[in-house]
């Protein structure tokens, strides 16, 4: 079907002004906030209610026509992306809150509402909802289903999936299915589990059913700066350790401070600290969390702390996390491209990982800045870079490569919360063998036989094991499928021009 | 060459146990590998297998060609104390790991219903968390991966040994609470907490709906114990209602959090224990234990539905959470009936333990809400497709 004659059928669904079928208009939709991959989709459609989603959804499913979800395109796995002939559905449209019930401490809300605007909403019951990704005043909560996002205060209080309680989805077919149940407690097996992180290939979510958390009534934010990197690692161990679960517990290195402090956000990091801890405690009240904050402050500076300082107040305690979740954007400063990275480490093995990534970006040349959820060992290298410097550009690619490889080498993964989207299907074979990927390609074709949702992502479809024609999979060794992790990689990024 | 024989060729005499009473073969292999082989084989000749643990929670009574049980796979390959994560084979008794982790300084925040040598692979494959849901949550939020073997002898690896993971689907979560209807659980990675310094238990007797108000002051109060739960009187084994406040953490916090308890009694730190060992073991007794989850603000009308329909003599709540657990003796008609008439109000009911001839016809799982019947069949037959574990998902 022409672009013209598909793009008149939409427009009959959701009306003219919400078909994007112009070059230029299409553009927009180009990238997420990982500017390394770019994909035009054919044609953006942005419906306003459920029942346009499930109306363009059918319409899809009859003209065999595969398509994107996507919220706000703040996903940092180019995840969100459409390729190769596919639709992208932009659910921004749809952003009511649909209910709020404090006695429960529940909302249902469509997919398009901002993480940030629910949390506002909720406040005035003394609510908030807790995963608060560093995109929280942009990204939506259906895209943070879709990625099962997490932020610096999921340490204390869980990642997306921890916070979900039921979903209405809309699958390939246009069919609807509601899964999960007002208080969380699943029909049967946890499909809601499984839905959320599947990164869009499941179906799209219309209606997200979302635990409130009640805001803290006394917190303490510590900043502690260190002279070593290893120092401040060690710090983080210690604390864990300890038994103490701070609500959040956040790591920056020097040259991340430096970007924050050189530009509109800078909030008092001391420049020549090889580190930076940022410490949150919260309690019942302020007995409690000044508790904690003491016997934190005890054990940073037994690591090796130069100072420890708490925040005197809420404008001080903001001023301090605008620099923590801005430091992206301070980036900016250091180069006109940035690679945001995300892998996962054990906690003891930070301070090792974090030597061995300093010795990569040594290697290439490169300006590597740490940001990261130290306390749950969720790393975000993040490479400062020109893309319009080819031999540059190759040195990121091996770079991420072999920092990825550091991580999985210490026992970590290849992503903790951004997800694997089309940046890190070449690294999915390294952690997962050919029968543990066909599984995943199975269970993706469950909920979408034809593959039509989000196509070319999340599993690398090459490596799985054939789920339905092995003879004898009992007796086949583990991680012998036909994959070579030296193998030059398929579906590796594109870097933009 | 009879079932046995095939499987002492394949794993061994070792692997053979002593068969139950109905005299179907126990095979206990000694490691995934074997259990891949094992099913696999099941898968090619067509036999019908049962999954065991420990065989102290579901009755071993599925008629099926041989019983599989975990019990031989009870190492525990890591426990990494500085990080809180451990990686434990599925056979494992909760008390043995307990001890293991204690010994490290580290804890499993689960405790589940059911005797202490549970093992691990049961009560993630049953999802049977127990009071400490309250504070630390359900069984998946301890899982950062397991290993499991499906229906036809694949080894699927989900999840990792990291805090964070988003690689992949969460295959994960669909282990946790599956009733093994999507594969055997071998291996599981947990997530630990660092043992608690201090650990107190506060009992206060009233009339039910008293006690129902005082825990939902208690939640309000911006208190955050690890246990809130609202016990019977039979399953406390006290003449009324016991509403039990658990709290765990270090000394300082602990003693702050008593001091707004106001007129409850604490257990001494044995008496603690015992009450909640009791409270778990009471749930193994009785033919039947089911549990529904509800909003919180409903859980005072659940428990007079549930009054109402089959009695709440064995009844065990976190009014909190919207958990409630059930136990007693039920026909069929009435537990289908109940399960009906929940499903009305959007609360699910998972029978979680019952004799064979329930469990086929009520199903673990049952009234799924719209379109997600043909979801769970579908994924049924991508990791059982022959059928070869016998499971009661659905029920008749």
């Known amino acids: ?497 | 060459m009879t079932i046995l024989d095939r499987v002492k060729a394949l794993l061994g005499e070792g692997a053979l146990l002593e068969s139950g009473t109905d005299r179907v073969p126990r095979i206990a292999p000694g490691s995934p590998d074997a259990v891949a082989l094992l099913l696999s084989t099941a898968h090619q000749e067509g036999w019908r297998v049962r999954i065991e643990g420990a065989g102290t929670w579901l009755p071993s009574d599925a008629p099926t060609d041989l019983a599989l049980t975990t019990r031989r796979l009870d190492r525990v390959p890591a426990i990494e104390p500085q990080d809180l994560t451990a990686t434990a084979e599925a056979g494992i008794g909760l008390d043995q790991l307990r001890q293991q982790l204690a010994d490290r300084g580290a804890w499993l925040a689960v405790d589940p219903p059911g005797l202490a040598g549970r093992t691990l692979g049961s009560i993630v494959a049953t999802a049977t968390a127990g009071p400490l849901r309250q504070g630390f949550g359900p069984v998946k939020d301890h899982l950062l991966g397991v290993t499991f073997v499906t229906g036809d002898g694949r080894m699927v690896q989900s999840g990792g040994r990291v805090m964070k993971n988003v690689a992949g689907y969460d295959l994960t979560r669909l282990q946790a609470g599956g009733f093994g209807a999507f594969g055997v659980i071998v291996l599981v990675h947990l997530r630990l907490r660092a043992l608690p310094r201090a650990d107190v238990t506060h009992v206060l007797e009233g009339s039910r709906d008293e006690l129902t108000q005082v825990a939902e002051d208690i939640a309000a109060s911006g208190l955050t114990p690890a246990a809130l739960e609202l016990v019977s009187p039979a399953l406390a084994r006290r003449d009324r209602w016991v509403l039990a406040v658990r709290l765990v953490g270090s000394p300082t916090l602990v003693a702050s959090d008593e001091a707004g308890l106001g007129r409850f009694a604490k257990l001494r730190a044995e008496e603690g224990h015992g009450f909640w060992m009791r409270l778990a073991e009471g749930f193994a007794v009785r033919p039947v234990t089911f549990r529904i989850g509800g909003v919180p603000a409903a859980s005072d009308e659940l428990l007079d539905l549930l009054q109402h329909q089959v009695g709440d003599e064995w009844i065990s709540a976190a009014p909190a959470a919207g958990a409630i657990r059930w136990s007693g003796d039920a026909t069929v008609d009435r537990l289908q009936r109940l399960r009906r008439t929940l499903a009305a109000l959007e609360v699910p009911l998972t029978l979680e333990r019952a004799p064979w001839t329930v469990r086929t016809a009520v199903g673990h799982f049952g009234a799924y809400r719209e379109g997600a019947g043909p979801l769970v069949a579908g994924l049924r037959r991508t990791f059982d497709p022959g059928g070869a574990l016998v499971v009661a998902t659905d029920g008749e």
Not at chain 1, 8 to 30: D, F, K, M, N
Not at chain 1, 87 to 112: F, M, Q
Not at chain 1, 201 to 218: E, Q
Not at chain 1, 337 to 366: F, K, M, Y
């Open chain 1, 1 to 497: 079907m022409s672009r013209p004659t598909l793009a008149a059928a939409l427009t009959s669904i959701v009306g003219a002004r919400h078909v994007r079928q112009a070059p230029a208009e299409r553009a927009t939709y180009a990238m997420d906030g990982l500017a390394t991959h770019r994909r035009l989709p054919d044609v953006v459609v942005l419906p306003g209610t459920r029942e346009e989603v499930i109306a363009v959804i059918r319409l899809l499913a009859t003209l065999g026509i595969p398509f994107v979800p996507r919220g706000a395109g703040t996903g940092l796995s180019g995840g969100a992306l459409a390729q190769d002939g596919a639709v992208l559905i932009v659910l921004t449209r749809l952003n009511r809150i649909l209910k709020l019930d404090p006695a429960n401490r529940s909302a249902v809300v469509e997919p398009g509402v901002v993480n940030a605007r629910l949390s506002a909403a909720t406040r005035p019951h003394g609510l908030y909802y807790a995963p608060d990704p560093s995109s929280q005043s942009a990204c939506t909560i259906g895209g943070n289903v879709a990625e099962n996002a997490g932020g610096p205060h999921c340490l204390k209080y869980g990642v997306t999936a921890n916070h979900i309680l039921a979903l209405e989805v809309v699958l390939a077919t246009g069919e609807t299915v509601v899964l999960g149940s007002p208080g969380g407690e699943p029909w049967g097996p946890d499909l809601v589990g499984l839905f959320v992180g599947s990164e869009g290939n499941f179906g799209v979510a219309t209606r997200i059913s979302v635990r409130l958390t009640p805001l803290p009534r006394a917190v303490r934010t510590l900043l502690a700066d260190f002279m070593a990197l290893r120092a401040a690692g060690e710090g983080v161990s210690a604390i864990i350790a300890a038994g103490i679960v701070p609500a959040a517990l956040e790591m920056m290195d020097q040259s991340c401070i430096q970007a924050v402090e050189d530009s509109v956000y800078a909030a008092g990091y001391p420049r020549d600290a090889a580190a930076v801890l940022l410490v949150e405690l919260d309690g019942r009240d302020d007995g409690a969390a000044e508790t904690e904050a003491d016997a934190v402050t005890a054990i940073l500076k037994g690591a090796g702390a130069r100072g420890v300082r708490s925040a005197k107040n809420e404008a001080e305690r903001e001023r301090l996390w605008q620099g923590r979740k801005k430091a992206f954007g301070a980036m900016g400063r250091l180069s006109r491209d940035l690679v945001v990275q995300d892998a996962v480490v054990p906690r003891s093995a930070l301070p090792d990982v974090l030597e061995t990534i300093a010795g990569i970006a040594a290697r290439h040349g490169l300006v590597v800045s740490n940001v990261f959820h130290a306390g749950d060992g969720n790393l975000h290298p993040n490479i400062s870079f020109d893309a319009t410097d080819a031999a540059m550009r190759a040195h990121v690619e091996e770079a991420s490569a072999e920092i990825m490889g550091a991580c999985i080498a210490a026992g970590g993964t290849i992503t903790g919360e951004h997800g694997v989207g089309l940046d890190k299907l070449r690294y999915m074979p390294l952690i997962f063998d050919a029968e543990s990927l066909g599984a995943m390609h199975a269970v993706r074709r469950v909920f979408d036989p034809d593959e039509r949702v989000n196509p070319g992502k999340v599993v690398p479809v090459h490596a799985c094991r054939e789920w339905a024609r092995s003879a004898n999979p009992g007796t086949m060794p583990r991680g012998s499928g036909a994959v070579n992790p030296g193998a030059p990689p398929r579906g590796q990024p594109v870097l933009a021009q």
